[in-house]
């Protein structure tokens, strides 16, 4: 009789197979998912990158378009500012100039840091350079909120500041004709036509709307010219016989009387044939043009006696020649261009009455002019 093999036998077989094939399982599976997290991780990590550059790339387009605006804004404030006119501006206003543009600046240096380069396009393969490729893509999605945000700062500070800046700018320009009126006054003994320069240089440094650098550079020249001047026509009046100081204060004299006609003076031992002794001379030449301008000469003598009344006298009398640059119609009309009878009329409408200096003796022989026309000299002062 032939053996029969157990029944249960192809089981046991049959049920080791499928344990084997169940662990077969539980190793292949890990992997899979482990790929699929990192392919999910990297998928999520591209999006948000994508997000960050485009709000990085629109915050630079509007970055761009407020730095663009300000460049002129920089560009006049620098041309208003040269380092060679420093002196000659008004400094609180250049301080804030400079301040501002400072300010704008140091924005755009931090809008335009280093960015990051973008990602690379390709899509990795294995779980582990998709899982390098999301670190990358999340450091740059970092980077690009970063750079927009420092793009939103920069435009938010050129925003508020850039109208500042245009309007301490227009303020810088605008008190350039004050400031020259400023240099004037401390340079009184200038020359008429140093100190008239200047002014015109001033006007076009302050209206100018091309060029704004050439005219602010050259009204900085024409008040170093203007200080140079007052140097040398000083000199000039330290003749070394100790009378300096008597000359400047008879310039100021004459300035405090002749109603703000720019006056140059020079001094002499004899002018017009006096000086000699106990005689003085005087004379003027004038000009109409600018507001009109003079130059009197004086001989030494006069600041030798001065105070004296009749040397008083005498520069009064030379003073109403000074102001007939700004009282041209009263020469013509009143006086019929009779320049010494308007002198002599308006040195006594002063109440400078002797008549050794004021021109009395000397043109009309003692007779003084009619009371009418000293009256008429009141009007011009």
Not at 83 to 98: F, K, N, Q
Not at 233 to 261: C, H, M, N
Not at 271 to 287: C, H
Request: aromatic share 6%; proline share 4%.
């Amino acid at each position: 009789m032939t053996a029969r093999r157990p029944r249960w036998i192809p089981w046991v077989v049959v049920g080791i197979i499928v344990a084997l094939c169940a662990g077969a399982a539980a190793f292949l599976v890990p992997p899979a998912l482990e790929y699929r997290a990192a392919e999910q991780r990297y998928e999520r990590a591209l999006a948000e990158h994508g997000r960050a550059s485009e709000d990085r790339d629109a915050a630079r387009s509007r970055w761009d378009a407020a730095h663009s605006d300000v460049a002129g804004t920089l560009e006049l404030a620098d041309a208003a500012t040269p380092e060679a006119a420093l002196p000659y501006l008004d400094e609180a206003r250049v301080g804030d100039v400079r301040e501002l543009a400072e300010l704008i600046r140091g924005a755009a240096d931090d809008a335009t840091a280093p960015e990051t380069p973008d990602a690379d396009a390709s899509k990795p393969e294995t779980t582990d350079e998709l899982d390098a490729a999301a670190d990358e893509l999340e450091a740059q999605a970092d980077a690009a909120s970063a750079a927009a945000e420092r793009y939103d700062d920069a435009t938010k500070i050129v925003a508020e500041r850039a109208p500042e800046l245009a309007a301490a700018v227009d303020a810088l320009r605008a008190s350039i004709p004050d400031r020259a009126e400023q240099l004037e006054e401390a340079n009184v003994s200038a020359t008429a036509q140093s100190r008239i320069r200047l002014h015109y240089a001033a006007d076009a440094a302050a209206t100018g709307e091309e060029s704004v650098e050439y005219y602010v550079t050259a009204y900085a020249e024409a008040a170093a010219a203007v200080e140079q001047s007052q140097r040398d026509e000083l000199a000039e009046k330290d003749q070394g016989d100790g009378l300096i100081d008597v000359r400047l204060e008879i310039e100021e004299f004459v300035r405090s009387i002749t109603g703000g006609v720019r006056v140059d003076f020079d001094w002499a031992p004899v002018v017009n044939g006096l000086g000699e002794g106990d005689s003085a001379g005087g004379r003027v030449t004038w000009q109409y043009l600018d507001g009109g301008s003079a130059t009197m000469e004086l001989s030494n003598s006069v600041a030798a006696h001065w105070p004296d009344p009749r040397y008083e006298s005498l520069v009064a009398h030379e003073s109403g020649h000074v102001i007939t640059a700004k009282c041209q119609d009263m020469l013509t009309d009143a006086f019929d261009g009779d320049a010494e009878l308007m002198a002599t009329a308006w040195a006594i409408g002063m109440g400078y009455d002797d008549p050794w200096g004021n021109g009395v003796n000397f043109y009309y022989n003692g007779v003084a002019p009619a009371q009418d026309l000293v009256d008429e000299t009141t009007s011009c002062r």
